[in-house]
């Protein structure tokens, strides 16, 4: 009986030592196997609020930056280009932008910056930059006057290369476009003077 009772303690004590190893090594397998179904650094990125700094810009100079993969237009407008939203609202499709209003699909937010000049602040415009019509990307077009593909009257804006649609300056879509609505607001605050934080909004 005391020969095999140090036996049976090592035995116990390999069992024990055993079993704890294996736990151990299960554990270390099943934290990587459960961190696959926790969302990646990337993927909670794309969806999170994006800071842009304002310091800097120009008046007339447009910057852009990335929110959910979409590239978002900034522009800080000229007094000139803010008078001339006011001369043109019998051209466009939806000068006061009250199609599209509702749901996770609105093109004109229900915040402040649902007026005239489609902007929180009025000199500081923010657009997705994506056409309404097909997804492409509109290029500037700035410069008043007449131009290859533009109207002899042309205020400045946007021009879809890929079918014609034209935007003002407020992104409003002009009227005969393919494109059906206007460019759209994405969420947006100001969190200071020369800071916006893109993805949310102060409620109304």
Not at 3 to 16: C, E, F, K, L
Request: glycine share 8%; net charge negative.
């Amino acid at each position: 009986m005391s020969n095999g009772q140090p036996a049976d303690t090592s035995r116990r004590n390999w069992v024990i030592a055993t079993c704890a190893a294996g736990g151990v090594a299960g554990v270390a397998t099943a934290v990587p196997f459960f961190e696959t179904f926790l969302p990646s650094e990337a993927a909670k990125a794309a969806g999170a609020p994006v800071e842009f700094d304002l310091t800097g810009m120009a008046k007339g100079e447009q910057k852009i930056a990335e929110w959910r993969g979409q590239p978002v237009w900034i522009m800080r407008r000229t007094d000139e280009q803010l008078a001339a939203l006011d001369k043109h609202d019998d051209e466009l499709a939806d000068p006061d932008s009250l199609r599209n209003t509702d749901g996770p699909d609105a093109i004109n937010p229900p915040f402040a910056a649902k007026n005239h000049w489609r902007s929180v602040k009025k000199e500081y415009l923010v657009l997705v930059g994506i056409c309404t019509h097909l997804g492409c990307s509109p290029g500037n077009k700035f410069t008043p006057g007449p131009q290859p593909s533009l109207p002899d009257d042309w205020a400045g804006g946007w021009l879809c290369p890929c079918h014609g649609s034209t935007f003002d300056l407020a992104g409003r879509v002009y009227k005969n476009k393919p494109a059906p609505d206007n460019l759209r607001i994405p969420p947006y605050k100001f969190l200071s003077e020369t800071r916006i934080l893109i993805g949310e909004t102060d409620k109304a």
